[in-house]
């Protein structure tokens, strides 16, 4: 087979183009190779102009749709961290217990948590609450500096 290639006969079933021979194998000329089972180019149509050709509305995201904002983050961190740190659970955070838990578990480090530990679910409930408290975070102070929430 690599015979084959290295021979410049043409590949049954690919159209007139051919394979380079080890002697035209640098040349900067490039190849086409066609085929009766690849379909022609289509031009692709943007929904965007044809919603706006129909008088449609259409919303779209901004270039920087994320627009991360250390002031979200941190005000979301300290507004997560005040509520779990209430001692709420027999006399215990949710944050001291879930730091405990991961300090229980450190203790035998090269073998995983049992799916009975109750460090999978002081680890879920806290990082729950918290993407939550971010979430809502970038919503309110995103639309409050950008008058979403005006009439």
């Given at each position: 087979?690599?015979?084959?290639?290295?021979?410049?006969?043409?590949?049954?079933g690919l159209g007139s183009g051919s394979?380079?021979?080890?002697?035209?194998?640098?040349?900067?000329?490039?190849?086409?190779?066609?085929?009766?089972?690849?379909?022609?180019?289509?031009?692709?149509?943007?929904?965007?102009?044809?919603?706006?050709?129909?008088?449609g509305k259409f919303m779209c995201f901004?270039?920087?749709?994320?627009?991360?904002?250390?002031?979200?983050?941190?005000?979301?961190?300290?507004?997560?961290?005040?509520?779990?740190?209430?001692?709420?659970?027999?006399?215990?955070?949710?944050?001291?217990?879930?730091?405990?838990?991961?300090?229980?578990?450190?203790?035998?480090?090269?073998?995983?948590?049992?799916?009975?530990?109750?460090?999978?679910?002081?680890?879920?409930?806290?990082?729950?609450?918290?993407?939550?408290?971010?979430?809502?975070?970038?919503?309110?102070?995103?639309?409050?500096?950008?008058?979403?929430?005006?009439?």
């Amino acid at each position: 087979m690599a015979a084959t290639f290295a021979s410049s006969s043409a590949v049954v079933g690919l159209g007139s183009g051919s394979l380079p021979s080890p002697s035209r194998i640098s040349s900067p000329r490039k190849i086409c190779l066609s085929s009766g089972f690849v379909k022609s180019p289509v031009t692709a149509t943007n929904p965007l102009r044809l919603a706006g050709a129909d008088g449609g509305k259409f919303m779209c995201f901004e270039t920087d749709w994320l627009r991360k904002d250390l002031n979200v983050i941190g005000f979301g961190l300290i507004g997560w961290l005040a509520p779990s740190s209430i001692p709420a659970i027999d006399g215990k955070s949710l944050t001291g217990l879930f730091f405990e838990s991961i300090g229980t578990e450190l203790a035998h480090f090269p073998t995983p948590p049992p799916l009975t530990s109750q460090f999978w679910l002081w680890l879920v409930t806290w990082h729950l609450g918290l993407f939550i408290c971010l979430t809502f975070g970038q919503i309110g102070f995103k639309g409050r500096t950008e008058d979403y929430f005006q009439k």
